[in-house]
């Protein structure tokens, strides 16, 4: 199930379909897997509180040792990052072909392999795709500088950058919930590699797994019955009288002779004790497969089960927002019609109103001609009559202090 969070700088991905490349013998690499209905998948955890980070990749496979795809993980310990950049370059081809949207790159550079983490079965491919996929893990496996590509949707640049910080300036420890094998897969534990120690059974032919193909790849052979000459010595024959009674007597079901040869109360005989181990052994590991195989097969059902919906999700939406973006269209090609007749209109009732004032100028300016020139006659005639009274009072004071100074003037004549 593809999932992303991010909280306080807190990260947690999960499902995030994914493509390794690598360097081996100055050829770039690509993990990918060839099955259409398959996808390698990328988890990553980091919680900033505690200091303590996981990197995963999870690889499906077709074992001959199980019916179902088992799980393979590619596991990266975060005390072995030297260092990790982010990036959002153009990407290769084969990348971009299988991801099929933005993609963000994430690129390590370890101090040693990373691990690898397989189921505790023989790890026999079923067929040749997926031996190409183990071929092609464990070649990745050897080495120390990859980079995993995953869609940009699931992780955000401020996250990224969080992430490759606290890599390199902290010393940031493997998450708890990773460093447990014994829950995985379904409670029936799981077996640690070093990269550069991993391999698998890689037989000619689609025969099955053999024990030589097994030591040859180091692993163990899986549990089974042990053969006939193992178990311990069966009892001497029934004598003659007792094989005819024995026979005349037998039951049906095995388990009612088996009782029936005991007396109640006796405890059962050494073979029986040991058959019952046996298959007490091969129930208790069928069961084990069979939850194993039921946790799979429930976790690549709700997987597809996502995925379709996340498809009819995304083709319904982009459906919808079509409909909705040819109706805005719509919208705002009547609504611009509309304003370009308004504009007709208005750019028509404007020539009308230029010729009015042009008529109106003319009248205008006669009129106010006329008005200045009678406002003008008007002014003229009031300053006149201001300078004639302004006249007359200066010529009556004249007069007046004229008058007063002969009126005080005396007159003496003298004679010589």
């Given at each position: 199930?593809?999932s ?8 947690h ?7 390794a490349e ?14 259409p209905s ?18 995963k ?16 993980f590619?596991?990266?310990p975060p ?7 982010s ?18 790159s994430l690129s390590?550079?370890?101090s ?7 189921p505790?079965?023989p ?8 031996g ?27 996250s ?12 940031l ?9 014994a ?18 059974a890689?037989?000619?032919d689609?025969?099955?797994?053999t024990a030589e ?10 549990d089974?019955p ?20 024995h026979?005349?007597?037998?039951a049906p ?7 029936e ?11 029986e ?22 946790a799979?097969?429930?976790?690549q ?6 995925q379709?919906?996340?498809?009819r ?6 459906s919808r927002l ?18 370009n007749?308004?504009v007709?209109e ?12 042009e008529?109106?100028s ?15 006659d ?6 006149k ?8 009072e ?8 004229i ?9 003496s004549?003298?004679?010589?």
């Open positions: 199930m593809a992303s969070s991010s909280t306080d700088e807190n990260i991905v999960s499902g995030a379909y994914a493509v690598w360097q081996s013998s100055q050829h770039v690499l690509h993990l990918v897997h060839p099955d398959c996808n390698i998948s990328c988890a990553i955890r980091l919680d900033v509180g505690s200091k303590c980070a996981s990197f990749l999870r690889i499906p496979v077709a074992l001959k040792a199980q019916r179902t795809k088992a799980s393979v590619l596991s990266i005390e072995q990052i030297l260092s990790l950049r990036g959002n370059d153009p990407v290769p081809d084969i990348v971009s072909g299988k991801l099929n949207t933005h993609v963000t390590f550079k370890l040693k392999a990373p691990l690898v983490i397989t505790s079965i790890l026999m491919p079923k067929n040749k795709k997926s190409e996929v183990l071929e092609g893990l464990q070649s990745l496996a050897s080495s120390t500088a990859f980079t995993i590509y995953i869609p940009s949707r699931y992780i955000s640049r401020h990224l950058d969080v992430l490759c910080r606290l890599a390199i300036e902290t010393d420890k493997t998450h708890p919930k990773e460093a447990s094998l829950s995985l897969y379904g409670g029936s534990g799981a077996r640690c590699f070093s990269g550069d120690e991993f391999r698998f890689a037989p000619a689609n025969t099955a797994p193909n097994k030591a040859a790849d180091n692993y163990p052979p899986a089974s042990p053969s006939y000459d193992e178990l311990a010595p069966t009892p001497p024959p029934f004598p003659e009288k007792e094989k005819e009674s026979v005349e007597t037998e079901s095995k388990r009612r002779r088996i009782e040869s005991n007396a109640p109360g006796e405890a059962p005989s050494l073979d004790a040991r058959i019952q181990d046996i298959f007490k052994t091969l129930f208790e590991q069928r069961e084990s497969s069979l939850r194993a195989e039921m799979l097969q429930t976790q059902a709700i997987d597809a089960q996502i379709a919906l996340e498809t999700l995304t083709a319904n939406i982009t079509d409909a909705r973006v040819a109706e805005v269209r719509e919208e705002l090609h009547s609504e611009m019609a509309a304003i007749a308004r007709q208005l750019t028509s009732d404007l020539e009308g109103l230029d010729e009015r004032v008529g109106l003319d009248e205008v300016l006669d009129e106010a001609e006329s008005t200045m020139e009678i406002k003008l008007d002014r003229i005639m009031d300053i009559d201001e300078m004639s009274e302004y006249v007359r200066e010529l009556r004071n004249t007069e007046d202090r008058k007063a100074d002969l009126s005080g003037a005396s007159i004549l003298q004679f010589d």
